[in-house]
């Protein structure tokens, strides 16, 4: 057995004898102990995962073979792992689970959430059937591959798709606990989700088709934004092109409800526009921004630059020799734009339209703001959670309508896209040059985009300044009357005390985003390693699941977080881990999609050489490998981090008072209307997110590879794929 | 680190595949002890797959591997004592040359002033001492090369791979970088197993060259042995360029036979064929080429196509046998062409192919 095995197989012992086998909760009727003891005496069912230890220790006490003390390993920890998995549903809080109370009689015998014990027995039994598996030459009988596979599938499949298998089934089941195909048909076909009223001319249309209306008008918006920016800054010598970046760039460190907050602040009946136009014109003041206008436009501020980041590669991925060989065949600036540079970007103008489609259906914080009677599923969800009805069956219907519109568009874009990509730069020498837009349609996007960075420039203006005044419309006092009820520090005897009221959930936030950044990339990043440079079975599979979270909007990630972990085995909820979990694998495919990126670019025999100059993979991974993934390192902290800072949806459900978090606590002061607090609290946060991004890139440095143009060849951060 | 003494290489029924395509089928071969042997074969043959066998990057799926009479078959490549030079180099871009090539002892767990020492040796092996501290970007593609080749040398591995070496280096360089192959394995006595596409490279360094065609071997032998005597119409065609002639074997003469190609009636080696049609392969040098109609016997034809390549001239003639190629390195002035020649068999390079 590999010294890494007996390690495990010790780990595996503390965590079934030492550790206290369940969650430290005062309600617990078992008590605290090891899962042995607590085995021996009031929770019999617990000792089936002694048997299974005992049958991984066999080979190494009787001294078998290579060959056949992987069997055991295998045997055992696969196992083990099925007994207690099915020994957490079966027993549960309030007795028997899995329908073994009609068969057993009720109540049982109830049990807690797991705790630490079983959390090391678990994982190290685990780790024992991997090393197994290697020891039966699985993945050329290298421990640490099979090793990670496992651990990639064990976390994705508990931690991504075990809730979304749980909304599932709670879409169909009744309160009293079980499961009615007629009421999932039922509350699916409600009136209320795809009724069209509105056609007819009476009343509201359906939430499902207000979501799908708005999702396709900010596709198409975003598009075309997108695009307009897109060949400004790539194919005209427009003098600002540095400015269009950074404003691009700018509502990626927002969070997305913040440019609703300025939508109110300026268009809002007190707000500063709404104002002007009321005393100089005497229009009157009115609520027109509250619904389909407002969340329309605020999405597009906050969306456009998606397109943009996507639209920009696509355009450049243009091979400027396509474009020359037009010319030399006498097409004319517009004849050789309409017939071969708009038909080679079609597919990225599709992509780039999914993307907002997508982004709009899974955007909450812009509907919870501006949202009025205009109602969209992610928002509906979350008051069939929070609000008077506490209908989770409702929310986990309608968290299905939302999740299967998202994997309609991303299965569009995979299964139609996919084999549809024009990008035609191919590594080769393509020294040519793309030739200058034609003046109309340099002036068409001259017209949309100039307006529209004006506009996106003034928001972020009045998120600036409204932090520094009484009252945006009314009292343009200057003050830091925000900033002092938010941070205030003061000298007391006892040392600095941190009395402003959003210190709390700033610290929360920050701590969350720190913990979970550097776990997002290292799994992330790691599965891009298995996916590029392993071969093993099953791993189209692997690569679907790893990337499912990034098709689920996260209102329906909050909604099934609460539905999965609110209850043992694992109980999680109202805990800071279950804010961090749900960030690295919500952030994960990103780190996933840049370590592709980058590992696709590093050439394979690197690693053979290093496996024939006798490293194992570990030690490739870490001193070949690592050092070149920098860009991809820093890419994947950065997103993550960032989503951390900005994210409202998913951790809407998951706060709790003990664990606010920085957006949720703006959308509270957003709802109470103490608009000025809110504000200056979302500037106080982009601030923080530009310091973490410099410390991050300070921190984990550039790739070294002593060439002197290396940089300009690095990929560009995956931050566009999002 | 102990000096290994060149191990060898035995393959026994060995077959790789993936999913439902074989690359290797029931390959079996021995390399002796201190030898240079090319995997010589098309793209796609398996070559490179039997190579990466050999190193453990592929593991077989069915046969044994044995190096130095030990069975590695299920060692993964960094328990084997193997070392491989790749077609790329496969530098470490992020590390100094010195440190590239310290990266193996360095992981095997010695200090970094050991490692160090044994980089800066193998440095001076190769020619490079004074570069340790550029950059592998800096360095042309030769040094790179070297580089890769004292990376491969500094563990004394049992046996060093080759994968096409030569393929990223200009014409000139070539044929002083392979006799610089070839001196370094002789002098330090090392087993080699070297992978290339091209014959005439193969026939240059190699003690003997394992031809493979889809996947199987085609023939192995020495460089003379192959071109001599080729054993399939595939070895005869991809080592020396031969014409291929269909013949008629008239009679068996012990172990002698008396063919019919054409107009011609040839005496040759019989190579265990028989009665009947046989394949007939004829050098592009055997071919002798007549401007007037000799008085024995010869075969009619026309010169399709001739260029001058200085020291000889090539020739493409059409006739009744098909099209053959010539190369003529008595006459310098090329014949223009469709003037009617004539053509005869030298001695030499004119074999029978065993079907």
């Known amino acids: ?722 | 680190m102990p000096r290994h003494a060149p191990a060898s290489i035995e393959f026994r029924s060995v077959t790789k595949r993936y999913g439902t395509v074989t690359a290797v089928d029931d390959v079996s071969f021995t390399i002796e002890p201190g030898t240079l042997v090319t995997l010589l074969g098309p793209s796609g043959c398996g070559k490179t797959t039997t190579l990466r066998l050999i190193a453990g990057l592929e593991i077989a799926s069915a046969g044994e591997i044995l190096i130095g009479g030990r069975d590695v078959t299920t060692q993964a490549a960094a328990d084997r004592n193997v070392s491989m030079v790749f077609q790329s180099y496969a530098l470490f871009p992020h590390m100094s040359v010195l440190d590239n090539v310290a990266y193996g002892p360095k992981v095997q767990g010695l200090g970094r002033a050991r490692a160090h020492a044994l980089a800066l040796e193998k440095l001076e092996l190769v020619g490079l001492s004074g570069l340790g501290n550029r950059s592998p970007s800096e360095l042309s593609g030769g040094q790179q090369q070297r580089v890769a080749v004292a990376r491969a040398l500094v563990l004394e591995p049992e046996v060093l791979l080759f994968d096409e070496p030569l393929s990223n280096l200009d014409a000139k360089l070539r044929r002083r970088v392979r006799d610089d192959i070839r001196d370094l394995q002789q002098r330090l006595n090392l087993t080699v197993a070297y992978v290339t596409h091209d014959q005439e490279e193969a026939l240059a360094v190699s003690d003997r060259i394992i031809v493979m065609s889809n996947a199987r071997i085609a023939q192995s032998g020495t460089p003379r042995e192959l071109y001599e005597e080729p054993a399939s119409v595939f070895v005869a065609d991809f080592i020396g360029n031969a014409n291929l002639l269909p013949g008629d074997l008239l009679r068996e003469e012990g172990d002698r036979a008396v063919i019919q190609v054409g107009a011609l009636t040839i005496d040759l080696p019989r190579r265990g064929a028989s009665r009947g049609p046989v394949t007939v392969a004829v050098r592009p040098d055997a071919i002798r080429l007549h401007g007037t109609q000799p008085s024995s016997p010869a075969i009619q034809a026309q010169v399709a196509k001739a260029a001058y390549l200085g020291g000889h001239v090539e020739y493409t003639v059409g006739s009744a046998l098909g099209e053959l190629f010539a190369v003529d390195r008595t006459d310098r002035t090329p014949m223009p062409v469709g003037a009617p020649v004539w053509i005869s068999f030298a001695d030499r390079d004119v074999t029978v192919v065993p079907r």
Not at chain 1, 155 to 172: H, K, N, Q
Not at chain 1, 404 to 413: K, P, R, S
Not at chain 1, 484 to 496: A, C, D, K, M, Y
Not at chain 1, 594 to 601: C, D, E, N, V
């Open chain 1, 1 to 722: 057995m590999a010294p890494a095995a007996k390690a495990w197989l010790v780990a595996a012992w503390a965590g079934y004898v030492l550790a206290p086998w369940y969650l430290a909760d005062p309600l617990s009727a078992l008590g605290s102990g090891g899962g042995l003891w607590l085995g021996l005496t009031r929770a019999p069912w617990l000792l089936p995962v002694g048997l299974a230890l005992v049958a991984a220790t066999w080979p190494l006490a009787r001294g078998l073979d290579r060959t056949r003390a992987a069997r055991w390993l295998v045997a055992a920890g696969m196992g083990g792992l099925a007994v207690l998995w099915l020994q957490g549903f079966a027993v549960g809080l309030s007795g028997w689970g899995l329908g073994l109370a009609s068969l057993l009689g009720a109540p049982g015998p109830a049990q807690g959430g797991m705790g630490l014990g079983a959390a090391m027995t678990a994982t190290s039994l685990l780790m024992l059937f991997c090393a197994g598996l290697a020891g039966l030459g699985w993945c050329r009988g290298d421990a640490f591959v099979t090793s990670s596979i496992g651990l990639v599938v064990a976390l994705v499949g508990l931690f991504v798709l075990f809730p979304v298998l749980t909304i599932l089934g709670s879409a169909a089941g009744t309160p009293g606990g079980g499961a009615s195909p007629a009421l999932f048909v039922s509350r699916l076909a409600d009136p209320s989700i795809w009724g069209l009223g509105c056609l007819a001319g009476n009343g509201t249309c359906g939430v499902a088709w207000n979501t799908l209306f708005l999702a396709i008008l900010v596709g198409l918006g975003t598009t075309l934004l997108g695009l307009a920016f897109a060949l400004i800054a790539t194919r005209t010598a427009f003098r600002y092109k540095k400015a269009l970046r950074l404003l691009s760039l700018l509502p990626i460190i927002t969070p997305p409800f913040v440019i609703g907050l300025a939508l109110i602040l300026l268009f809002g009946r007190s707000g500063a526009v709404s104002a002007l136009l009321f005393d100089v014109f005497g229009v009157p003041r009115s609520r027109w921004i509250y619904g389909l206008p407002g969340i329309l436009i605020a999405q597009l501020l906050a969306f456009t630059p998606i397109a943009f980041l996507v639209l920009i590669g696509v355009v450049q991925g243009i091979s400027p020799s396509l474009e020359e060989a037009s010319q030399t065949l006498r097409a004319r600036g517009w004849v050789t734009f309409a017939t071969i540079t708009f038909p080679l970007l079609r597919p990225g103008l599709a992509n780039a339209f999914l993307l907002g489609f997508v982004e709009s259906m899974a955007d909450f914080g812009n509907p919870l703001v501006l949202g009025g009677n205009y109602e969209v599923l992610s928002t509906k969800i979350f008051f069939a959670i929070v609000g008077a009805s506490q209908d989770q069956g409702r929310a986990a219907v309608l968290a299905t309508i939302l999740l299967a519109f998202t994997l309609g568009a991303f299965w569009v874009q995979h299964a139609w896209l996919g084999k549809r990509s024009y990008t035609t730069v191919t590594g080769k020498g393509d020294s040519g040059l793309a030739p200058p837009l034609p003046r109309r349609v340099a002036w068409l996007c001259y017209a949309t985009a100039i307006p529209w960075a004006l506009f996106t420039f003034a928001v972020y203006a009045i998120i600036l300044v409204g932090s520094f005044v009484k009252a945006m419309g009314r009292d343009y006092t200057p003050t830091f009357e925000h900033y002092l009820t938010g941070f205030r520090i003061e000298q007391t005897p006892q040392g600095l005390f941190f009395s402003g009221s959003a210190w709390n959930s700033l610290f929360v936030t920050l701590k969350v985003a720190v913990l979970s950044a550097p776990f997002t990339a290292a799994i992330g990043l790691l599965t891009a390693y298995l996916l590029t440079r392993q071969t093993f079975a099953g791993r189209r599979a692997f690569e679907f699941g790893t990337m499912v979270s990034f098709a689920v909007p996260g209102t329906v990630v909050g909604i099934s977080y609460i539905l999965a972990f609110n209850v043992p085995p694992v109980e999680i909820t109202g805990t800071g881990l279950i804010l961090i979990i749900c960030f690295v694998f919500r952030n994960m495919p990103v780190a996933v999609r840049s370590g592709i990126a980058s590992l696709s670019q590093i050439d394979k025999s690197l690693d053979e050489a290093s496996h024939t100059l006798g490293a194992r993979s570990f030690t490739t991974v870490w001193r070949v490998i690592v050092p070149l993934l920098r860009p991809a390192l820093v890419a994947a902290l950065v997103y993550s981090f960032v989503r951390a800072m900005t994210a409202v949806s998913a951790v809407i459900f998951l706060v709790s008072a003990e664990y606010n978090m920085a957006t949720t606590y703006i959308v509270g002061r957003v709802e109470a209307g103490e608009f000025g607090l809110a504000i200056a609290y979302s500037t106080a946060l982009v601030a923080v997110m530009l310091v973490g991004i410099l410390l991050i890139q300070l921190l984990v440095g550039e790739r070294r590879l002593g060439r002197r143009t290396a940089l300009a060849a690095a990929p560009a951060p995956a931050l566009a794929s999002s």
